[in-house]
């Protein structure tokens, strides 16, 4: 109703009656049959999602960053007498704020594929491999390859 503002609008999009949805806003319905349920809901969704996804995306780059969960191959460049042997490993790394911003804005932006991986390396290159700056691993560069998953919570 708030953003369709009329009952008939409510109606039509949902394919009942214009007095069935009165009835459930007045209280005299409770329930809607299932069908008529599947519809609410792909419909709200189908407005309130976008516009959830972009509070979260914006609290994620401003206060709160991502955590990615990954299971790929990450090779090394590292100094003489260091390994810089590959190997796949599986980590659930929290990335700052920072991260988060630079992810959404290259997306957005239509960055390619390649891009977005170069980023998720770096922060995870600086957080997990570099423990945040500290001098651990000074002067290792990290690859991002062979990833068998990859997901992105905020």
Do not use: C, N
């Not at 049959?33 to 979260?56: F, K, M, N, S, Y």
């Not at 090779?75 to 929290?94: E, K, N, Q, S």
């Not at 491999?129 to 500290?134: E, P, R, S, V």
């Amino acid at each position: 109703m708030k953003r369709l503002k009329t009952t008939k609008a409510v109606a039509a999009e949902l394919g009942v009656s214009q007095r069935s949805v009165e009835r459930y806003r007045k209280g005299d319905r409770k329930t809607p049959p299932r069908p008529v349920a599947d519809r609410i809901d792909t419909a709200v969704r189908a407005r309130w999602q976008p516009v959830v996804r972009g509070r979260r995306r914006k609290e994620a780059a401003t206060s709160t960053g991502i955590t990615v969960e990954t299971r790929a191959r990450f090779g090394y460049t590292a100094p003489v007498g260091t390994t810089d042997d590959g190997r796949v490993r599986r980590l659930t790394v929290h990335l700052p704020a920072a991260y988060a911003k630079r992810l959404f804005d290259a997306r957005a932006q239509g960055a390619a594929d390649r891009e977005l991986r170069a980023i998720v390396a770096e922060g995870l290159q600086e957080i997990y491999f570099k423990d945040g700056g500290t001098t651990r691993a000074d002067q290792l560069r990290v690859e991002f390859t062979d990833i068998d998953y990859f997901d992105v919570s905020f």
